[in-house]
């Protein structure tokens, strides 16, 4: 696992910019999963600034999004779906017809999550799988005492993260119950992660998910046995980390094969 500390939050941004478009440059045809919450905000204006003054290609990329609350339509201004055309989608050149979200109006919940798996093996699995995390330690929308071995599937959100998502909706309007989200073991079949998590109000679920034990109750930590995952935080989400020192040492002498 590595972990790399950066001075601040538009610095994790650029580094996580950096490795998506690595990945576009390196494969043009690669599978990216993408993920939504404002921690992915300067990631997405960062790609969308490199596709405008650099030309970066997304045009034969696919992508499948993480997850979506249960019950909003893609045209809903609070769905993923809507959070994703605003941010990415309307801002790259995506071909629309290999773009993928869970349904969240979907009639047949576990039809749709079992064809969402299919989709993503028929696309050849996901290359590079970005990752935000909630502050209970959940990845995509699975929160604690997720299965480590879970697909793709409905998902009861907690008070704390419904809660944390609040401010995205209007007064008055609630926040769903229910989503549908990659499971765990979906997320770990990704060649690779990148979870990037800014601000002190993630350092505790940093710490839980780096340095805690693997345990359904901080689903981010089963990425401890992923073999290809990076953690990019800025200072605040790195500041409870026992290692700090050690990661940042281990960052700056990194071979140069590495860099
Ligand atoms: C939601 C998403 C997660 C995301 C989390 C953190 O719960 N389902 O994928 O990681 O929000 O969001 P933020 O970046 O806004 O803190």
Redesign the pocket.
């Known amino acids: 696992m590595e972990v790399i500390i950066t001075p601040d939050p538009a610095s994790a941004a650029s580094l996580a910019a950096g490795q998506l478009a690595a990945q576009l440059q390196a494969k043009p045809s690669c599978v990216l999963g993408l ?6 905000v300067g990631i997405y204006a960062e790609l969308a600034r490199r596709h405008r003054q650099e030309q970066l290609d997304f045009s034969r990329a696919t992508t499948f999004n ?2 979506e609350y249960v019950g909003l339509a893609p045209g809903h201004p609070c769905s993923y779906a809507s959070f994703m055309r605003t941010h990415l989608f309307d801002q790259v050149n995506l071909d629309p017809r290999r773009i993928n979200l869970p349904d969240g109006m979907t009639a047949d919940v576990p039809g749709f999550c079992a064809h969402y798996e299919q989709a993503i093996e028929a696309a050849g699995g996901i290359d590079l799988q970005l ?4 502050r209970d330690g ?4 699975n929160e604690p005492s997720s299965s480590l071995g879970s697909r793709t599937r409905i998902k009861t959100l907690t008070p704390l ?1 419904r809660t944390s ?1 609040r401010r995205h909706f209007p007064p008055g309007d609630d926040v769903p119950m229910h989503v549908l989200t990659m499971g765990v073991a979906t997320i770990m079949e990704a060649r690779r992660c990148v979870l990037v998590a800014l601000g002190a109000a993630k350092a505790a679920a940093v710490k839980a998910a780096v340095e805690g034990p693997v345990s359904a109750m901080c689903p981010a930590s089963a990425l401890q046995w992923h073999p290809r995952c990076t953690f990019i935080l800025d200072e605040a989400a790195a500041g409870e980390l026992a290692l700090a020192d050690y990661y940042r040492f281990a960052h700056e002498h990194r071979p140069a094969w590495q860099r």
Do not use: E, Q, S, W
């Open positions: 993920a939504t919450g404002n921690t992915m993480l997850d990752l935000g995390i909630g959940h990845i995509g929308f993260t998502n």
